[in-house]
């Protein structure tokens, strides 16, 4: 083999090499990046646009797609811990026509996170309420959606708020008591005033906090990666 064949093979190798490196170096320093990366890809490819509003002071970061028309807007409020782009897989299989808004709940993601605002679900439903008027969303009844945590805020906002709304769709919501205690509801109990930094086993401050609430919140057992885990603790 002559030099310029090895030359060529050695070319062509670092450049298969440099992305590859590249990757890893993400994976491995900055994961989170690549989360932002995949999520920024599949937004893109729906037709979704971020944009801010600003409310005195407090900021609501939302996703997009479509105009207000005919059809009554839909807003999304997605579960605890999670973000605006949980609903990405749903999004896919809704007609474009649609004025869609996902947002992210008081707290999460882009959304304001101070340590003094009143995150119950009276005090989040006074906050997506200030974001319904901040972007005029209300000046027709729309179509409000949530699931878990959001779908419990979107119930208090629906019986608080009527007027707002022309329907109304709730997706397990949380807090609706069952007769029968269950083993999530048993393993609560049990952790809710043990070592855990902040007395609640559903907010994680350190890497072992995470990896026990992820013990707690999975039917089925998987191994998350390290970069992972430490990334994702508040």
């Known amino acids: 083999m002559d030099q310029d064949m090895v030359n060529m093979f050695a070319i062509a190798a670092g450049t298969l090499a440099i992305p590859l490196l590249l990757f890893m170096a993400s994976f491995m320093l900055w994961p989170s990046s690549l989360i932002e990366v995949y999520y920024w890809y599949w937004r893109r490819t729906l037709g979704l646009q971020v944009r801010y509003a600003d409310c005195g002071g407090y900021r609501f970061c939302y996703s997009y797609r479509g105009k207000p028309g005919l059809r009554p807007s839909v807003l999304m409020l997605h579960d605890f811990s999670a973000h605006k782009d949980t609903w990405l897989p749903m999004v896919k299989y809704l007609p474009k026509h649609l004025h869609l808004l996902c947002v992210d709940m008081p707290g999460h993601e882009g959304t304001t996170r101070t340590n003094t605002d009143d995150y119950s679900i009276q005090g989040q439903v006074k906050r997506i ?36 709304l022309c329907s109304l769709t709730l997706i397990c919501p949380t807090g609706l008591r069952n007769q029968n205690e269950s083993k999530f509801d048993s393993q609560m109990h049990e952790v809710e005033h043990s070592r855990y930094t902040l007395n609640i086993p559903l907010i994680p401050s350190i890497p072992e906090e995470m990896e026990e609430m992820l013990k707690l919140c999975s039917h089925v057992r998987f191994r998350v990666p390290q970069q992972v885990s430490h990334t994702n603790v508040m």
């Open 129 to 164: 309420r200030q974001f319904v008027e901040a972007i005029r969303l209300n000046r027709k009844p729309f179509h409000l959606v949530g699931t878990s945590m959001g779908g419990t805020v979107a119930g208090v906002h629906a019986a608080c708020h009527p007027s707002d």
